[in-house]
């Protein structure tokens, strides 16, 4: 720790013009891209908190003015500081835990773990803390754009809040919000930028994270598994996380453009399949791309799309009887009953079975029962 002088100090006047403020604190509130990290967790069976936690104090520390302290005429700079964080435990009350930062990941991570169990036994609200501190609280069950803290002595306590809200899913992206509160004879609204800004380059790095670098066949090998074990939520996390460092990538997309599918996000499967087409997608895969976005077109009520796409990929694979199907209903939902009709008598005439139409029965039969619904 260090005293500032502040006779010399750059920053003088704008202290001695803030702290004369009843009330000078300012309240920032923004949104952060937390989807690697989101991924991250979810694949790992990580605490999101303890890992956001982890990267909000490393952020924070790197920046000087979040490290100063008013200490009456004085003004200190830490060398370090450290989390004060609220932790909820049973009948909906909140206890403090106060935690040592420690660079090292695992390190602050076997610490926070045990500070944590200690604080849910014993119980420290009210009880007289040090100002090498920053007060952290997190609000999961809102996703709020705004946010005050209560302060004791607000014309001279400086220790800057931060809180972050409930993450929601933006488009394929996890966003949350994040607020910083801080005393303004210390902290400008520069210095909070420069803090949004240095923890979002952490959140898309995550290079101390112990992240497994994974081969491209080995993510998108365990993305299939998970699909095919029913986590289809965590395969498409973890195909975004893929496409992000590859996004040029064909079976990506394709596989990506399966995983919304099947949660019936279709609207968001149609660019993945489209980029997949477009990338230059080729052998089975492109065939099942063809169906899966020639199907969905049709869901979501783009017959014409569906019609054109279908003809393409007959031409392409005229032995595929599923294509046909597809295309069949299609033609139904257009007005084309003659030709809907004759397609699907030719494939029950076809004294050979189609392989392609079995794997495709559920569907099939569904959409039988459901011939002219929409699903937008």
Not at 15 to 42: I, W
Not at 169 to 188: E, N, W
Request: net charge negative; hydrophobic share 40%.
């Amino acid at each position: 720790m260090k005293q500032i002088d502040i006779d010399t100090w750059p920053r003088k006047k704008h202290y001695e013009f803030f702290k004369a403020f009843a009330a000078p604190h300012f309240n920032v509130t923004a949104t952060l891209d937390v989807t690697k990290l989101h991924t991250h967790a979810k694949t790992t069976g990580q605490s999101f908190f303890k890992l956001f936690l982890y990267g909000v104090v490393k952020t924070a520390n790197t920046i000087p003015e979040f490290r100063y302290r008013m200490r009456g005429e004085t003004v200190v700079e830490h060398d370090v500081v450290h989390p004060s964080f609220t932790v909820m435990m049973d009948g909906d009350v909140f206890n403090f835990c106060t935690v040592s930062f420690k660079e090292s990941f695992p390190a602050f991570m076997e610490t926070v773990a045990a500070r944590m169990e200690e604080a849910k036994r014993n119980v420290y609200v009210g009880d007289e803390e040090s100002d090498d501190l920053l007060f952290i609280t997190s609000v999961p069950w809102v996703s709020f754009t705004s946010i005050s803290h209560p302060i004791n002595d607000e014309k001279h306590d400086s220790v800057p809040r931060i809180a972050w809200g409930k993450f929601t899913a933006t488009g394929d992206r996890m966003m949350i919000p994040l607020s910083v509160q801080a005393h303004h004879a210390l902290v400008d609204g520069v210095h909070v930028g420069r803090f949004y800004e240095a923890l979002q380059t952490w959140l898309d790095e995550l290079s101390d994270l112990q992240v497994p670098v994974r081969t491209e066949e080995k993510g998108l090998d365990e993305a299939i598994r998970l699909r095919e074990n029913g986590e289809l939520e965590r395969a498409k996390q973890l195909l975004l996380m893929l496409l992000r460092q590859d996004e040029k990538n064909p079976r990506l997309h394709a596989h990506c453009a399966w995983c919304y599918d099947a949660l019936g996000e279709e609207r968001q499967a149609v660019p993945h399949y489209e980029r997949a087409i477009r990338l230059g997608l080729a052998g089975d895969e492109l065939r099942e791309t063809y169906i899966g976005l020639g199907s969905t077109y049709r869901a979501l009520g783009r017959y014409e799309d569906a019609e054109e796409l279908f003809t393409k990929a007959i031409e392409q694979f005229p032995d595929i009887g599923a294509l046909k199907a597809f295309q069949a209903m299609t033609r139904y939902n257009l007005g084309r009953h003659s030709e809907a009709t004759g397609t699907l008598l030719e494939l029950l005439a076809n004294p050979n079975p189609d392989d392609s139409i079995k794997r495709y029965r559920r569907a099939i039969a569904f959409y039988a029962r459901n011939l002219d619904e929409t699903y937008d």
